[in-house]
């Protein structure tokens, strides 16, 4: 099955930049790859509604287009170049709209996961891992959250700035009915 991966800048991996995240080596790699797959789509459909599917696509055909133009030679299969592309972009998209929640869901999952951050990165014992979809991954996540961050969620405005220029405002109604009720 792995035939059915990216295999970077050749024809016959181009097939890969559709199949591959379908495609794991073992078990093991498939529950590493769908747990956090699923909280992290989970956080991008919600907290992104109009924006879910867009991200989910982008991240899709970026990290496989990316990864078949940048990646070493070998076969590149998994789901992980998604997953990193959820994870930057939820956690980029927290720390662009100053939304506390996110940035925590995401350390939630990173806590979780691992490795997430050191896979991203050439230093791991184990050669088989394309660190290069997970670096790829999380670039197209952080350069979504910058193009979309206009849309979705955004800054949550505390709520007692708007009560106290109300009160300010309502002294000011009151002191001047005072003065013409005198």
């Known amino acids: 099955m792995s035939q059915l991966g990216i295999y970077p800048l050749k024809i016959k991996g181009l097939k890969g930049i559709l199949f591959s995240p ?5 078990f093991s790699h498939l529950i590493s790859n769908t747990i ?6 989970w956080a991008v459909f919600y907290f992104y509604r109009s924006l879910g599917y ?3 696509l982008l991240s899709y055909l970026f990290s496989g287009i990316w ?3 940048g990646a070493r030679e070998g076969w590149h299969i998994g789901a992980s170049g998604l997953v990193y592309a959820f994870a930057a972009f939820v956690f980029a998209s927290g ?6 929640e996110l940035m925590a869901l995401t350390l939630v999952v990173v806590f979780l996961y691992g490795d997430l951050l050191w896979g991203m990165f050439p230093i791991t014992k184990e050669t088989d891992i394309s660190f290069e979809g997970h670096s790829l991954g999380a670039l197209a996540g952080i350069i979504l ?5 206009k849309e979705g969620p955004q800054r949550i405005i505390p709520q007692w700035d708007e009560e106290n220029e109300e009160n ?11 003065i013409y009720d005198n």
């Open 22 to 26: 379908l495609i794991h080596k073992n």
């Open 36 to 41: 956090p797959l699923f909280v992290l789509s």
């Open 54 to 56: 867009k991200i989910f």
């Open 67 to 69: 990864i078949w133009f």
């Open 95 to 100: 720390i662009i709209r100053k939304r506390k």
């Open 145 to 149: 959250a910058v193009v979309y961050r």
């Open 168 to 178: 300010e405002n309502t002294e000011e109604i009151d002191e001047e009915e005072n």
